[in-house]
Structure formats: C-alpha cells, structure tokens
C-alpha cells in the first residue's frame, strides 16, 4: 500500500514530520578527513599535472563552442587529435604526455561522478593510430655516473647552502632515488604531515655515539620510503671517504644546520645563512642536477641548450642503475621498482650480447 504523504515515517517515534539536520560535528570531521585523503591519493605533482590537464581540455572545448558536461567519448577523440596537430611556435604533443593528458581528463571526470570510458572505439581507435603514427622510443635524460657525480660535488661551495646541496645530490644519486622521495625526507618517522620517508643513521660498530643505533662493520643509513610502488627500505652504505661518502655530507647537513626534527632538506636563506623550518620543492633538484651538471662540463660535446635538457632528477637515479655492477634484482629492490624490464630502462650501460641465444640455438 502507498504510503500518504501525510503518514508518520515509522522510524519517527514522535510522530512529527522529519526535517533535515545540519551534520554532526563528527560527521563534519570526518568529511574533512575524508577530503584529505582523496587529496592524497595522488602525489602533488601528478595532481599539478592532472590540473593542467583538465584546464588544456577545458580551454580547448571552449575554443570550439563545446561543453565539457556530461563527458563525450566522440569530443574527445577530436580533442586527442587536435593535440597532435604542430603549429607554429608548438610541436606536437608525444604520445606518452598524451596518455597523460587523457588520464588526467578521465580523472577529472571521475572526480564529477561522471566517468569517461577511455576504451570507448572513438578515444581506442584514435589513441591506437597516435601510437602507430607518432610513437617513438622514449627520448632518455643522460645518467650521471660516480666519477661525474664527484666533479658535480666539487663545484659546489663549502658554505651551508653548498653543503646541503651535496647532501642531496649524493644521497640522491647513492639511494637511486626520486626527487620527491629526496625532499620528502624527515629525520624521523612521523614528524611531519608531508614526509614521504625519513632516515636511520646507523653508526659503526663500536665507534658510535652513546646511545645512537649501531650497526655491524661501517654502519649507513637506512631510508624508510613510501614510493610509487609502496613502502620500502632503502641502504645507502658509507663512502670509501669522507669527500665521497654520502653518509657523511648528510651529517654535516644536520649537525651545521641543527636539524634534529622534521624536514631533512629545507631552505638556506641567502642574507644571515638562516635554515628555513619549511621543505624544499623538488624542483630545487632538478635545477641542481641542470646546474652543476653544466658546471662540470658534463656532455661539453653537446650545445649548451641540448646539454641543460639532457639532465634532470632522473639522471642520479638513472646512473646508479648504470653503474652498480651487482645482480639486477637487486638493483630493482633499491629503485623500488615494479618489473626488471623498468629497471633495464635505466640501465644506460649493460653486458649487451651477454647471453647469447643465437649460439644457444645452434649457430
């Protein structure tokens, strides 16, 4: 039987119509709370990258009088190919930004409770074209290798800012590690809301200060890291010296800047020398690699324009991969990653021909 409009809900005791109340201070948390890890669900950089996305897109339906709601698999196969049309002044998007792109717009559209279905024929069959017409090899940044890395070093000054600046590029290039994971460094577990890891120093055994953690033989730190792939450890080993060993430019790091608590990398201010309470950006890191890179003279055979692209973040984590002449797995532990083919990507030097499977067959 209907229910009149007028008939007490059966879950009102008092009989009396219901009306809607505002949420409960719980509840009102708790919805916050919940923003906050949707927000986490994506690294700061991917979401900046997907925000850009979205607006490229947007501004794009705007230009051709279209509108973005509800979402339109047939537009956007327009859109995918729009992007790969060079004009003057702007090359064509490559295939792996545009895949990005997409994802991007799919997220956004996620995100309205209107999903895209990037597997409809009208975005497959266009992004499946792209791909036979425009793909190419990934276009690499140069790996940096230890010796490179040491005339990296020695451009550096030995004031804080320069000492920090070691710091991070021999950890950097010792952990095989992302800029971000670099500057989402803390100095211990859970000091900080925006930390993606932080460091155990262990001291040598028997050689150590009172109290602080040991370790067999030369001790190291041990980073805790939550990366891409997930949370893992990482060892980083002492130097054979002190101008080569990252370990101990780190250590000069805390102690000449006092940092004991929160943020290991952090702003060196250029007037009194002060340290910042804040953590740097990953993009003091790129620009770091770029810079000292071109002061070491590194690929001097290249035009000064082509060399400062040839560097970036990726090139510590790149020549580590290159340069450990140790099982491959266990190269793909310390990067952290996923599948030993992504690990030979960063392998800039290898035993090619190594095995040889046309002998093998019988030729």
């Excluded at 927000?39 to 501004?59: K, L, P």
């Excluded at 890891?197 to 001790?219: D, L, Q, T, V």
């Excluded at 510590?316 to 991969?321: D, E, N, P, S």
């Amino acid at each position: 039987m209907a229910k009149n409009d007028d008939t007490p809900d059966a879950d009102d005791p008092s009989g009396a119509p219901l009306t809607e109340q505002a949420p409960s201070p719980h509840l009102a948390a708790l919805s916050e709370k919940a923003r906050d890890y949707a927000r986490a669900a994506r690294s700061e950089n991917t979401q900046r990258a997907y925000d850009a996305d979205w607006r490229h897109f947007a501004s794009w339906l705007r230009r051709q009088g279209l509108d973005p709601l509800p979402p339109d698999p047939q537009t956007v196969g327009l859109y995918l190919a729009a992007c790969m049309e060079a004009a003057p002044g702007r090359n064509p998007l490559s295939v792996s930004s545009l895949e990005r792109r997409l994802s991007g717009v799919c997220w956004r559209y996620r995100q309205l409770g209107l999903p895209l279905d990037a597997s409809d024929r009208h975005i497959a069959t266009v992004l499946a074209g792209i791909r036979r017409t425009h793909g190419r090899p990934p276009v690499q940044k140069e790996a940096i290798f230890a010796e490179e890395l040491l005339a990296m070093l020695a451009t550096l000054p030995n004031d804080l800012r320069g000492l920090r600046d070691k710091a991070i590029l021999a950890i950097g290039f010792a952990g095989g590690l992302r800029r971000s994971e670099i500057v989402g460094l803390d100095c211990g577990a859970g000091q900080s809301e925006d930390g993606t890891g932080w460091i155990e120093i262990f001291r040598p055994a028997n050689g150590g200060e009172a109290g602080a953690p040991e370790a067999s033989g030369e001790g190291g730190l041990l980073l805790t890291i939550n990366g891409k792939t997930g949370w893992r450890e990482v060892e980083i080993g002492r130097g054979s010296s002190p101008l080569a060993c990252p370990v101990a430019m780190l250590e000069t790091w805390l102690r000449l800047g006092r940092i004991s608590h929160g943020p290991v990398f952090r702003p060196v201010a250029r007037k009194n020398g002060g340290v910042a309470p804040e953590r740097l950006t990953d993009k003091h890191v790129a620009r770091l690699v770029q810079k000292t890179a071109l002061a070491a003279g590194l690929r001097g055979d290249l035009p000064e324009g082509e060399r400062r692209l040839a560097f970036s973040g990726h090139s510590l984590r790149a020549g580590l991969a290159s340069s450990a002449r140790i099982e491959e797995a266990h190269v793909q532990k310390h990067l952290g990653h996923a599948s030993p083919e992504m690990t030979r990507r960063y392998q800039r030097k290898r035993d090619r021909f190594r095995v040889n499977l046309t002998k093998a067959a019988g030729l």
